[in-house]
Structures are given as C-alpha cells and as structure tokens.
Nanobody, 122 residues
C-alpha cells in the first residue's frame, strides 16, 4: 500500500502562487502514476492533473491548464503541484492521489491523501 501526505496548503491572495507537496511512503518501489484532485465546498471532487511514473505523460484539467504545473521526484518519493495565477474558484481541499500502472482514461486512482486546504482570497 502507498501512503500519501499533502502539505503546502494555506491562504493566498488572488493572482498569487502556492506550491503543494505530496510525500509518498510504503510500497513506493511499485511503479505508479500520481495526480492531484480538488474538492470545493458544495461541489464534487474534480480532477486537476496527473503524471506518469516517468513524468513523460502529463494531463491537466482545462480549468488549470497554463496556470498549474505537476511534477514528481521519484528519488525523493515526492509529487508537487505548482499553482500560479490563483483564482478564487481554485479554493478547495486539494488531494494527492496515486494509482498502479499507467494513467487510466478516467484518471481513477488507488490511493489518496487526506487533503490540504487552499484558500484563495480576493
């Protein structure tokens, strides 16, 4: 099993930047893809970004494309989400996730972190 712990959430003004980190532990020797999801109050959880084991394949939700950058460092068992030009609508609990094998068409994941809150004020 893979355990995931997010960090880096907080309060930021609109237009600002924030970097989220996700530390993976457990069976990290098993190749797995990773991603970020978010859930705003009153809304369902939505896909944000995903990255393959090698980092060679990356997907972004249209709502964050051009503003967010996902990356990973397998040597450190870390995943990151650099968020720039933040908007009020980016306010949500952000969840780190991981899945075995390749990225699936529906971005289904097998492991989830507990989330970190990102609040963007205007």
């Amino acid at each position: 099993q893979v355990q995931l712990v997010e960090s880096g959430g907080g309060l930021v003004q609109a237009g600002g930047s924030l970097r989220l980190s996700c530390a993976a532990s457990g069976r990290t020797f098993v190749p797995y893809h990773m991603g970020w999801f978010r859930q705003a109050p009153g809304k369902e959880r939505e896909f944000v970004a995903a990255i393959s084991w090698s980092g060679g394949t990356i997907y972004y939700a249209n709502s964050v494309k051009g503003r967010f950058t996902i990356s990973r460092d397998n040597a450190k068992n870390m995943e990151y989400l650099q968020m720039n030009s933040l908007k009020a609508e980016d306010t949500a609990v952000y969840y780190c996730a991981a899945g075995h094998g390749s990225i699936r068409p529906d971005y289904e994941m097998d492991y989830w972190g507990k989330g970190t809150l990102v609040t963007v004020s205007s």
